[in-house]
Structures are given as C-alpha cells and as structure tokens.
C-alpha cells in the first residue's frame, strides 16, 4: 500500500511564496507518475502540476503556469512544489496523488489511486 503525507502548507500574503512536500512510501517511487491537486471550499479537486517518473516531464494547470514549480527527488522519495506569488485565489487544500499504472500525467483525480490527507494553504490579500 502506499502512503503519501504532505507537509508545508500554512497561512501566508498575498505575493509570497510556500514550498509543500510529499513523503511516499510503500512502493518503488522512481515508478510512480506524481501530481498535486487541490479543492478550495465548495468547488471541485483540480490538477495543479504533474511530474513523470524521472522528472524530466512537467505539466501545470494554466492558473499556475509561471508561478509553480513541481520537482521530484526519487532517492528521498519526495515531490514537492514551490510556489511562488501567491495570490488569494490559490487557497485551497493541496494534495499530492501518485499512479502507478501508466507513465501518462493526467489532470483527471480519478486516474490517480493514492492520496495524501491534504495540507492547507490560505492566502491573505
């Protein structure tokens, strides 16, 4: 089974700058498609960034683009992302998510098998 628990979410202004991080455990991590979704109050779980096995493939939701960074470090068995000029918009509850049965980076939630129990982020105009 595996488990992924995410860590750095916090209270922070508009304009700065968090770093979340995911720990995966239970299965080989180098294997795993990884991505980073997240569901503010009354709306959907969206895809925010995806990262491939070897991390040389990214993709980010287009809200995010310029702003967010997604990385990987399969010897630590970590993916974090770095997110900077935040904007009020951008609070929600972020969740890591892992796949293990394609090498594809899907924005869809339900292609993802694993989850994270969440870390919040608010943003403060």
């Known amino acids: 089974q595996v488990q992924l628990v995410e860590s750095g979410g916090g209270l922070v202004q508009a304009g700065g700058s968090l770093r979340l991080s995911c720990a995966a455990s239970g299965r080989t991590f180098s294997n795993s498609i990884m991505g980073w979704f997240r569901q503010a109050p009354g709306k959907e779980r969206e895809f925010v960034a995806g990262i491939s096995r070897s991390g040389s493939n990214t993709y980010y939701a287009d809200s995010v683009k310029g702003r967010f960074t997604i990385s990987r470090d399969n010897a630590k068995n970590m993916v974090s992302l770095q997110m900077n000029s935040l904007k009020p918009e951008d609070t929600a509850v972020y969740y890591c998510?892992?796949?293990?049965?394609?090498?594809?980076?899907?924005?869809?939630?339900?292609?993802?098998?694993?989850w994270g129990q969440g870390t919040q982020v608010t943003v403060s105009s």
């Open positions: 998510a892992a796949r293990y049965d394609s090498s594809l980076i899907l924005q869809r939630a339900s292609a993802y098998s694993y």
